[in-house]
């Protein structure tokens, strides 16, 4: 077994050269973090006659953009009755509108770039874990399909087979506008499109130090210091000293995945005939699909837990459980695969995203960052640009989460709280 991700393990790496650049001098824009915040908002920002230098500490993709399960789906972190409940009908329409527009905006950047990543609208599979869950499907459905324009469809238990080969649910909501795609070779690909419109890419240069310089910022890294006019921090969940004002809001939840050997056809048939991205209605989700040469890939917060090698294993095995009850024609599948990635929580849910000390940020998707990170990679280029409207995460303050110093401690508890709920709810 590879603990690695699949994703990163099956898409054609980044030039060398990035590795050994020399950070000099002066840039337009300095953007922090190689994930889909920064790649698609340094893409942005070239393509409007900025020089931009982006600076990864790894590789491109390395953090979560490199790790999720592959699903563009529309709709929020938190359900949009939640959304209507907290901020009313217009406000939480509108945003959710903007998950589909992030998935538009994949289809262009992929159709444009010519990135080769397998994108698709199979459509989301929705699944429901108790039966009081249907209920809440029938309102969901009722309320998007004639208030915003959605068109879910229902599938009652009886038909639910024409779906998914598992008798583990109680009903089931179809999605007909998410997506799909490889996650890997989409950010891999981004890359290379952000240094086709110009853009300087740093690999293995972790920002170290960021100090204001007159109007502008310096930022150190082992191979340097350059100066920036303006600085973007897109970290997300891997968000450390020294950006300490933004790590102390951001919980890093660990959220894991396996992957089978290749599956047969008529295997994949009898699981997701439909080849829809799944998941189900619990707290502590599962997620599933199936990958372009045909693994199941099985995914979910196994364990409320940071991800590293031991940790991914541990949680491997849960999910193998969870896998085999949903389908337990696979318990005997090999799984090839088992990682883990870090997704960025904030106390709402919601997507923090505006200027702290003169430093642009967007961060906190929540789990919802495929479409969202590369909408607001767009949307922070033209904030920078001097659109401060294009922000429209720019109404929701960013606090700090009680007793978060740094190490998140509080992380078995918060499992524990969401544990419980799944049991009772
Ligand atoms: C296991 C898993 C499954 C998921 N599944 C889905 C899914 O199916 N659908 C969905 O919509 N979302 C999913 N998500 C969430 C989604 O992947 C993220 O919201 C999105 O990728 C966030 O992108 P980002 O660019 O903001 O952050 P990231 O991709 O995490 O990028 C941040 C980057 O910053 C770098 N960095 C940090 N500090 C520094 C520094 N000091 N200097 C330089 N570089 C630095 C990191 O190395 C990292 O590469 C999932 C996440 C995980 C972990």
Known sequence: MKFTSYWLDTAPTG???RSTTTVEGHTDVAVIGGGLTGVVAALHLARGGAKVALFEQDTVGFGASGRNGGMATTGMSIGIRDAVDKMGFEK????????????DLIEKLVTDE??????????????????????????????LNTRLGGDLQLVPRSELRREIGSDAFHGGMVDSKSASLHVGKYIRGLGEAAERAGVTIHEHAPVQNLTKVGSGHELETPRGRIRANQVLLATGAYTRRPFRWHQVRIAPVGSFIIATEPLDESVCDDLLPTRRVASDSKNLLNYFRITPDNRLLFGGRARFAMSNPQSDEKSGTILRDAMVHVFPQLSDARIDYCWGGLVDMTLDR??????????YYSMG???????????MGRQMAEYMSGAPEANIWRDFEFRRIPGHFGP???????????????RVG
């Open 365 to 375: 998707y929540a789990g919802h960052g495929v479409q969202m990170a590369t909408l």
């Open 92 to 103: 939480a329409a509108s945003l959710y509108r903007t998950y589909g527009q992030g998935i």
């Open 350 to 359: 919601m997507v923090k995203a505006g200027q702290h000390d003169g430093v």
């Open 408 to 422: 998140p401690w509080f992380l078995p508890f918060a499992g524990a709280y969401y544990k419980f709920k799944d």
């Open 114 to 143: 010519g990135i080769d990543c397998h994108f698709a609208r199979p459509g989301k599979l929705i699944l429901a874990s108790k039966p009081a869950h249907v209920q809440g499907f029938e309102k969901t459905a009722d309320l």
């Open 15 to 17: 030039s060398p050269e």
